[in-house]
């Protein structure tokens, strides 16, 4: 009669089976992922989404543009179905070291909630996520008996009358968390997926278990327990332990059943029926037999079966093995090691791989006092892993790097970026006095200016920022990588430019040609010259004063960035770009009418944000002191008597002497055009004349 259980379970499971891929095809198909601007909405300050990757997760960056985590759907990573058979998608929101920002509930077809209990209940399970690591040992329940029994495991309130859906939400966020974890965070790395061959058959006996490591010990004698507690509150807690400390506290036992030579040299015919049944319904569980031969006995008086062991828990490359009963009757072999042993279930889906070292923590608990006891607790390890010659590993193409993704998903922007760069770059070094010599050069300015406002500003997301500038800083001082800055290849190709013009030009190429917002401020500028606007020239003592205002904002951030981190993130929105260029003006009124504040000064007062107030345009003046030459051509009489090109100067970056200030020198090439010109330069026209000066 057992045997024909048997089979009917199997069919059934099969059956079930076939039915849930249905459901599960039916959910894919209609299932709509969310797209960037989708995503967008769904993560709050200080995180904002940045690229969607090739895997359809998005990352999150800090509002300093570094890289904090990842952002992503269930459902394309782990589509489990759910108690309906469409999978429940969920939105996940990860910090780089693996802790849930934040965790939303997308779509689901779980009728408990569409038509029973209502979406509050589903809502509230899902938001207690938010703050644990995907390291911790999150489990649906709550403990049994004593809430301080020194459980090991954390618990969720389930939803009653709910518990296959919350479970099913819990297995599928757990799911794709690991994924992306072992896929994308530093530090967590997954092995080969490896599943039992339930063809290759061996005969073994226990005593070849234990001397091919197949069977894993770890034996802790009472002595052992009481140093681990000695000096602490719970030394003289356990007289037992004091009275035989040659007597094993511990004697623990972990054997890998997956394979079934394992099983087979472990487990009686009619446990062994009872795991094969277990391996047609879930196939995807590793069933891990333990045993204790000593006194601890493994769970507490409290455990119910079919739920996760309290006092045992497990890992892999820093990450928590999900443990469940298999509620399957355990009958040993004669030989192998007599106590209380149970098998355990992990879903291979979730990343564990058996064939690489695991480990398994058994926890002792002491009690001191009677009324409301205080716990101490004492970890005990044990390491195992099972020969890779009883399973089949499909290892996995190794994964792009984050970068090359980058890259590959902006391959046809950083081409027209790096064609345009090619172009505009040798055009400055050696023909500026033809550009700046031609009838419409104004005209021309103005639409590479525009270009940059629409390809590198709104379209490629170019705007370079005072922010990337701290994150290199704090990085190098704290050692850590600045592998972020490859996550943003568009803008690392307009910064390598830049840097190198440095010696070329100074700060110019950036501040007079590639810097979107200051493009807006140009093109406002002649906007209030086409309406007849008056504008406001500032006398040369007020300038020299005013110039030097952006090093004080800039020294300010720095010290923020050292000081007071927490306050960094709205102190730079002393920078309006992430209104005017990131977000389109799409952001609360008070930063719109802040950059449009400057964009409307800039219509009589010339770029008044750039030359005064920039931090940005301060590290690039800065940085123009690597400037190699004197690329604006000069002659004796500039300046003396001929002050010209000074006067027409908007940035005020000639000296009365004639001299160029390249520090604060924009490389318009206004000056260039009128020295080139025999009509407009004064000692030209004067030679012309016959009366040289």
Not at 84 to 97: E, K, R
Not at 241 to 265: M, N, R
Not at 298 to 319: K, W, Y
């Amino acid at each position: 009669m057992r045997g024909v259980s048997g089979i009917g379970q199997a069919v059934v499971g099969k059956a079930i089976a076939l039915m849930s891929a249905a459901f599960l095809l039916a959910g894919l198909a209609t299932a709509q992922e969310l797209d960037r601007a989708g995503a967008a909405l769904l993560i709050e300050p200080p995180y904002q989404i940045g690229d969607q990757l090739p895997d359809g997760s998005f990352e999150l960056h800090n509002l300093d543009g570094r890289l904090a985590g990842y952002a992503f759907e269930t459902l394309p990573i782990a589509p489990l179905p759910g108690f309906s058979g469409a999978p429940i998608n969920l939105f996940v929101s990860l910090t780089l070291d693996g802790r849930l920002i934040d965790v939303e509930l997308l779509s689901h077809n779980e009728p408990i909630f569409v038509s029973g209990l209502g979406e509050a209940p589903f809502q509230a399970f899902i938001a207690q996520y938010r703050g644990h690591s995907i390291t911790d040992s999150l489990v649906i329940g709550v403990p049994y008996g004593d809430q301080g029994t020194g459980s090991s495991l954390v618990y969720l309130d389930g939803v009653t009358k709910a518990t296959a859906s919350v479970r099913i939400a819990h297995e599928s966020l757990l799911a794709a968390a690991f994924k992306i974890a072992r896929d994308k965070l530093q530090g967590i790395g997954g092995g080969a997926a490896a599943q039992p061959d339930l063809n290759y058959l061996e005969p073994l006996t226990w005593a070849e278990l234990v001397s091919q490591g197949l069977a894993s010990r770890r034996l802790v004698p009472n002595a052992e327990v009481d140093r681990a507690f000695a000096g602490s509150l719970w030394a003289d807690d356990d007289p037992g332990a004091k009275d035989t400390p040659a007597a094993p506290f511990l004697d623990l036992w972990v054997i890998d059943l997956g394979p079934p030579s394992i099983a087979a040299a472990v487990l009686e015919p009619e446990s062994l029926n009872q795991l094969d049944q277990f391996r047609e319904l879930s196939p995807d569980d590793e069933p891990l037999l333990v045993i204790d031969a000593g006194r601890h006995g493994l769970v507490t008086d409290e455990f119910v079966r079919n739920t996760s062991p309290d006092l045992i828990t497990a890992s892999q490359d820093g990450l928590p093995i999900a443990l469940r009963d298999a509620d399957l009757d355990v009958e040993l072999k004669d030989g192998v090691p007599e106590g209380t042993a149970m098998i355990l279930r992990t879903d291979r889906r979730l990343g564990f791989d058996p064939t690489r070292p695991w480990e398994l923590s058994v926890r002792a608990v002491r009690e001191h006092g009677f009324f409301r006891p205080e716990i101490g607790t004492v970890d005990f390890a044990l390491t195992h892993q099972t020969d890779a010659r009883f399973f089949q590993t499909n290892t996995p193409a190794a994964p792009v790097p984050v970068w090359r993704q980058a890259v590959e998903n902006r391959l046809a922007d950083l081409s027209v970026l790096a064609g345009g760069l090619a172009a505009l770059v040798p055009l400055l070094l050696f023909a500026q006095s033809g550009l700046a010599g031609q009838k419409h050069y104004t005209a021309v300015r103005l639409g590479v200016l525009a270009l940059v406002i629409g390809f590198i500003g709104w379209w490629g997301q170019g705007q370079l920022s005072i922010t990337t500038v701290l994150g290199v800083l704090r990085a190098i001082v704290d050692g850590q990588s600045l592998a972020f800055l490859l996550y943003d290849p568009f803008s690392l190709l307009i910064w390598a430019v830049v840097i190198l013009s440095f010696l070329a030009w100074g700060r110019g190429l950036f501040c007079g040609w590639l810097c979107p917002f200051g493009a807006m401020q140009e093109f406002a500028h002649h906007a209030g010259r086409r309406l007849g606007l008056p504008q406001i020239r500032v006398p040369d003592r007020v300038d020299r004063v005013l110039v030097m205002v952006k090093y004080g904002v800039l020294a300010g951030l720095v010290g923020l960035a050292f000081g007071s981190p927490a306050a960094l993130d709205a102190a730079v929105e002393v920078e309006p770009f992430k209104t005017a260029v990131t977000t389109f003006f799409w952001r609360e009124w008070y930063y719109v009418a802040y950059a449009a504040f400057w964009l409307l000064l800039g219509m009589v007062f010339f770029k008044g944000f750039c030359r005064y107030v920039c931090p940005l345009g301060a590290v690039m003046a800065i940085g123009g002191f690597l400037r190699l030459r004197q690329w604006i051509p000069r002659r004796d009489a500039c300046g003396s008597p001929c002050q010209l090109c000074r006067v027409k100067c908007n940035y005020n970056a000639i000296k009365p002497s004639g001299a160029i200030r390249y520090d604060e020198c924009f490389q318009c090439l206004d000056c260039v055009t009128i020295h080139d010109d025999p009509k407009q330069c004064v000692p030209l026209v004067l030679a012309g004349r016959g009366r040289p000066i």
